[in-house]
């Protein structure tokens, strides 16, 4: 009997300390919420100083040149939209947190949409203009739309519901939305800008694309395309990923090849909005797996392997000094289609879910 009770008394002391835990992490995870909230609210209350804003949505990063990217990309929209309030968010949780524990640089606060949106409402702006800026329509930019979602939505309702049936609400499309105006339009502003390396050379550029599963909305032919757009104005482009299937180095280099370009000096260069990890390492770091060869995985990508060293070993002059390690971001024509789509949004009819988030193949 003293063996059961005893027994029992430690089954109660186990789940006391479970509950505790438990309760403790919630009381903690609702502690760090109201914390960011109270933070977001203070920055746009002292700050506000039109009635109508832009939030500018990244997936994010920890680069000290994305950052730069990001304050110069503010203070464009500054001078060109004189009337709205920007501010810049991260969309990516492991960004943010990374961020504000001072990984690779200096600590910084880039807080969810999803706190930006509530402090919108709580200083009443007539209007608020979300803008991707994702490269494609797919997964990042779905996380995007599901912020405006749940804050039209009042999920957590605490949202004045008079002011959500006034507030005009808009969005942004990403730099490829649209199959045929901004594939061209994205290819010319390239162009415009490398013609001068691709003339004699091969210039690729590496996109981060979406995982098959992941492959929301088709959005991976865009990059098929932007190489197909590209190609149109010179052969010697091309438009690789880091996760798109069929379409890593590997998937480049036989396209290279079979254009007739099995030498020569390779340039690489991001198609990302800014230039952070895969375009540092992925792209033009040191990672080099190559023992007498290389061994692809089921996918056919060769891991662990930079596109700098992937294509050297591939017998190019790809090296240092063929990276050209800038986002879209701090290319001004390419970051000038961005705005344009935040112009169109601003000139445009409120939101629209269904055609903002299912872009045509």
Not at 122 to 145: A, D, F, H, M
Not at 186 to 211: E, R
Not at 234 to 255: C, I, W
């Amino acid at each position: 009997m003293k063996k059961i009770k005893f027994l029992m008394i430690a089954m109660m002391a186990i789940m006391a300390t479970v509950c505790f835990t438990a309760c403790s992490d919630d009381d903690d995870e609702e502690a760090n919420v109201i914390r960011y909230q109270n933070a977001v609210n203070s920055t746009v209350q002292n700050s506000k100083k039109n009635n109508k804003v832009i939030l500018l949505v990244a997936f994010g990063s920890t680069w000290q040149q994305a950052y730069d990217a990001f304050d110069e990309t503010v203070a464009a929209y500054k001078t060109s939209f004189p009337g709205y309030d920007v501010y810049l968010s991260f969309s990516s949780a492991i960004c943010i947190n990374r961020a504000a524990a001072g990984e690779n640089v200096a600590p910084r606060n880039f807080y969810a949409p999803y706190y930006w949106l509530k402090a919108f409402a709580k200083v009443k702006y007539s209007e608020i203009v979300v803008q991707s800026l994702q490269v494609i329509p797919g997964e990042e930019y779905t996380r995007v739309i599901n912020y405006i979602k749940d804050f039209s939505n009042n999920s957590d309702g605490d949202i004045d519901d008079d002011y959500l049936s006034k507030v005009t609400i808009k969005l942004g499309v990403p730099l490829l939305q649209d199959a045929e105006k901004d594939v061209d339009a994205v290819a010319k502003a390239l162009d415009k800008n490398f013609s001068s390396y691709a003339k004699d050379n091969i210039f690729t550029f590496m996109g981060h694309g979406n995982p098959d599963s992941y492959d929301t909305y088709k959005a991976n032919i865009r990059y098929t395309q932007l190489e197909e757009a590209l190609q149109a104005i010179n052969p010697h482009y091309f438009v690789g990923t880091v996760d798109m299937a069929e379409n890593f180095k590997t998937n480049v280099l036989e396209r290279m090849q079979a254009a007739g370009f099995t030498s020569g000096k390779v340039y690489c260069h991001p198609l990302m909005s800014i230039a952070g990890d895969h375009a540092h390492n992925d792209m033009s770091g040191d990672d080099d797996a190559w023992d007498n060869g290389f061994e692809a995985n089921e996918e056919g990508e060769v891991e662990d392997t930079s596109w700098k060293m992937y294509f050297s070993h591939m017998g190019y002059e790809c090296n240092d000094n063929t990276q050209i390690v800038k986002g879209l971001l701090e290319v001004k024509d390419v970051r000038q289609i961005w705005m344009n789509h935040t112009k169109d949004a601003i000139n445009g009819e409120p939101l629209d879910y269904y055609h903002s988030k299912n872009p045509e193949e």
